[in-house]
């Protein structure tokens, strides 16, 4: 194994196959999964390997799909089950989504298992799957990773908060929306949640927002990124993920992790999702150019401007 | 009546004694209203001169207050009735009150008679009531003031909607909150909501969004102002009319009605609202300095560089 065919960002959680109603559409088995949006978000940036699960009844066309954009698949096990389905809607407010059916299958079997040439990547994200899991996969790195992002759900936050709380400490960002924050740090304001995680070693705190973006916190200072005004939600799954993706993948090709270019990749990674909210399943991010990204950028900067 | 005595200012809008009770403590009977709210706030900026109405409980000392201010009372009428009074409860999600009791008391008499030497000012601000009694407002000017700014609530928007959209397309801002706007317009999307708004003949269209700040929206462009963040919100009553007071009394002391003020005027609304929320009734802002604006201010600028 050669270091060329290593990741710079190894993108560890589910890959799924998504039914997904909203007032603008519908897909049925579209693909889908944390794994798979921050994978393709990650991959705009740097160079990404994917660690899933997948089932038998997963079309080969998907793994095509993302060794043509240049991403890893070596970490993608197949299990014997269907693969995970997640099947929601979504009313004419995109901001919540209805789950109707959730059918884990091959999550079932999941047991993160690195390639060894995975091993020794600088940047980690943890997809939100179980806890104890997300642990494990620490222990394989051989070395501590320059950046660990985790992200969890409200799932996880309910049944083993005590796990989510090491996960959080064991990672250098870990990322919430408000309402997972508040419900881990069991307060409302939004502020003091992140003051929680500032305690738990972590040097900065991110808490997304949606539609109203995001906020920055270290222990010294305060960003907040708004969101981008978009007029057309089409479907928002995978907004979280490509959020994380294209975070850790714009943190990974600049390679600067002070704060004022934290507050760059939180931009960048805002415009991502935004885009991603534009289509159904992985169809934006698919057809994304740069300099459309550079220009949705550049757009963030005037709509802050006073 | 000389034209010194002449407000730049008209603020019409309820005077209430509020009882409100948050997890940080209780007042009982305090001054409250959205005229008293967006009085003080607009004094704090140009000559403000207030037209509402009291009952006959009213304490003198809340008038003595305003005229130490110097905030005109001339156009504050007196009631048989008690004064209006509302009591309401925050609980640990500061974002929304429960209303216990609302006693309109003496808005029931209230039809707003501008005084003389009210009816040439150049900035009106229309508080939140009856959408007929704003347009009667409007009808009392001489002339047609160079702006108008108006508010709304959900009440009014359920009961009177084609009233509400008039007094929209009469004011230059009509200011609403994010449910407000998605109530009016029929729409969960902010940014479609704010073209409607736009369509109404209005040059600028202002969303409030409470903690995650405000949208600015002008044919062209579109601003997004954060939220403050408060780590200590004690009781946010009247952080709106604070906003709408701040804003009108920005722009009439510098009487620029492009959007690059609009945005700074904005910027210092959410600065006099976010004072607001640290403390019950009209206190802080009662106590708040021209230093501790200015410093927030240019806090505002650190937190949304990138």
């Known amino acids: 194994m050669t270091k060329n065919n290593s990741p710079e960002i190894v993108i560890v959680g589910s890959m799924a196959l998504d039914t997904v109603e909203t007032p603008f559409g519908k897909v049925e088995n579209a693909l889908g999964g944390s794994a798979s949006y921050a994978g393709l978000a990650s991959g705009f940036f740097a160079k990404t390997g994917l660690v899933s699960i997948i089932g038998k009844d997963f079309p080969e066309k998907h793994l095509d799909f993302f060794k043509e954009h240049g991403i890893g698949i070596e970490g993608i096990e197949k299990s014997e089950k269907n693969t995970f389905h997640w099947e929601g809607k979504y009313g004419f407010d995109v901001n919540s989504a209805q789950t109707i059916k959730t059918e884990l299958n091959s999550l079932l079997d999941f047991n993160p298992k690195l390639p060894e040439h995975y091993k020794n990547a600088d940047f980690l994200f943890l997809g939100n799957f179980d806890p104890e899991k997300q642990l494990q996969v620490l222990f394989q790195m051989k070395k501590r990773p320059r950046l660990v992002v985790s992200d969890t759900m409200n799932f996880y936050?309910?049944?083993?908060?005590?796990?989510?709380?090491?996960?959080?400490?064991?990672?250098?960002?870990?990322?919430?929306?408000?309402?997972?924050?508040?419900?881990?740090?069991?307060?409302p304001n939004l502020v003091k949640a992140a003051k929680k995680i500032l305690e738990l070693d972590s040097e900065f705190a991110i808490i997304k927002k949606g539609e109203h973006g995001c906020l920055l916190f270290?222990?010294?200072?305060?960003?907040?990124?708004?969101?981008?005004?978009?007029?057309?939600?089409?479907?928002?799954?995978?907004?979280?993920?490509?959020?994380?993706?294209?975070?850790?993948?714009y943190l990974a090709k600049t390679k600067d992790l002070g704060e004022k270019n934290f507050r760059k990749?939180?931009?960048?990674?805002?415009?991502?999702?935004?885009?991603?909210?534009?289509?159904?399943?992985?169809?934006?991010?698919?057809?994304?150019?740069?300099?459309?990204?550079?220009?949705?950028?550049?757009?963030?900067?005037?709509?802050t401007k006073f």
Do not use: H
């Open 157 to 187: 936050i309910s049944s083993k908060p005590e796990k989510v709380l090491e996960v959080v400490k064991a990672s250098d960002i870990a990322l919430m929306n408000d309402a997972e924050a508040r419900q881990l740090f069991k307060t």
């Open 265 to 303: 990749a939180i931009i960048t990674a805002s415009t991502i999702a935004s885009f991603n909210a534009e289509d159904f399943s992985l169809n934006r991010l698919s057809r994304l150019k740069k300099t459309e990204i550079s220009k949705r950028i550049s757009e963030f900067k005037k709509i």
């Open 218 to 249: 270290s222990k010294k200072s305060f960003f907040s990124a708004p969101g981008y005004p978009l007029e057309n939600v089409v479907d928002p799954t995978g907004c979280g993920d490509s959020f994380a993706g294209a975070l850790i993948g």
